[in-house]
């Protein structure tokens, strides 16, 4: 069974950073032909990309994020992470961690960044 686990999110000030962690347990993030990554949910909003990387394909970055937002992965931890800098009020959203699997899309439960003064 696939269980993505988030973790990081709060309220930062514009200009700031947050990083958010993705543990992953069912799958390694390392597999061959999964792809892994993040999106986000603002208010009132729907869902949509953040970034994602691909085994054998390398990493894809929504223009909006691109220079800012940085995604990697640890794989003793089998874990995915976000890094988010120069963090805009756009930013803000519930961030959820996703895995394409043959087919399958798993989600996280999200966690809540807030940018704001």
């Known amino acids: 069974q696939v269980q993505l686990v988030e973790s990081g999110g709060g309220l930062v000030q514009p200009g700031g950073s947050l990083r958010l962690s993705c543990a992953a347990s069912?799958?390694?993030?390392?597999?061959?032909?999964?792809?892994w990554g993040w999106y986000r949910q603002a208010p009132g909003k729907q869902r949509e990309f953040v970034a994602e990387?691909?085994?054998?394909?390398?990493?894809n970055y929504a223009d909006s994020v691109k220079g800012r937002f940085t995604i990697s992965r640890d794989n003793t931890e089998n874990t995915a992470y976000l890094q988010m800098n120069s963090l805009k009020p756009e930013d803000t959203a519930i961030y959820y961690c996703?895995?394409?699997?043959?087919?399958?899309?798993?989600w996280g439960q999200g966690t809540q960044v807030t940018v704001s003064s």
């Open positions: 996703n895995v394409k699997i043959m087919l399958m899309n798993y």
């Open positions: 069912g799958v390694r993030l390392n597999q061959y032909g999964m792809a």
């Open positions: 990387f691909t085994e054998g394909r390398g990493t």
